[in-house]
């Protein structure tokens, strides 16, 4: 189960040269921004990375606007967890949970996935708000991160997970995002 106070989410290589060969970009976008937007809301700390921007160019704007300032990082590791800077921020961040959606779900998410489970993270990816250009890559993707032990869940499960309960402002506020 998702606990707000113990998660993170990493929002992975949502870029612009790479997001309009994807297999349904919108769906990623507009699931990353929900789980950007209701992290945001929860105080859950949020990690946007590029995978070498120079060549894919930066996140797409619809996204980099909802990014807290200094959380945009690039990287030339496929798997975040392998780049120093990002390993550093997510030891700091004292959490054990790991919520990651993006691009593209057979490199960047599952090695980064792959990494963080090995290293004992609880892993939660969010399979619709992650895309492949090729949609078998992403079965095969999904498929290969459930048997090495990370839960696929969706971008409602994530949310409704770390509010608990309803009755609450905050619930008022997840709400209106997840509509």
Do not use: N
Not at 46 to 75: H, M, N, R
Request: net charge neutral; charged share 20%.
């Amino acid at each position: 189960m998702l606990d707000r106070a113990r998660s993170l989410l990493l929002v992975v290589d949502v870029q612009e040269r790479l997001l309009p060969a994807m297999a349904d970009p919108a769906a990623v976008v507009e699931g990353c921004g929900k789980l950007m937007r209701g992290a945001a809301r929860l105080s859950v700390p949020i990690l946007v990375t590029e995978q070498y921007p120079s060549g894919l160019g930066p996140t797409v704007p619809a996204l980099k606007s909802l990014a807290p300032d200094q959380a945009v990082v690039a990287k030339v590791h496929f798997s975040g967890a392998a780049d120093p800077g990002i390993a550093a921020w997510l030891q700091a961040s004292g959490r054990s949970q790991a919520v990651l959606c993006g691009l593209e779900s057979h490199v960047c998410v599952q090695q980064t996935a792959l990494q963080l489970k090995a290293q004992g993270w609880e892993v939660f990816v969010a399979g619709d708000a992650i895309s492949s250009r090729r949609r078998q890559s992403m079965e095969l993707a999904v498929a290969r991160m459930r048997e090495r032990g990370c839960e696929i869940v969706d971008v409602e499960m994530v949310l409704f997970e770390w509010l608990g309960k309803a009755g609450t402002s905050e619930f008022k506020d997840l709400s209106r995002i997840i509509k």
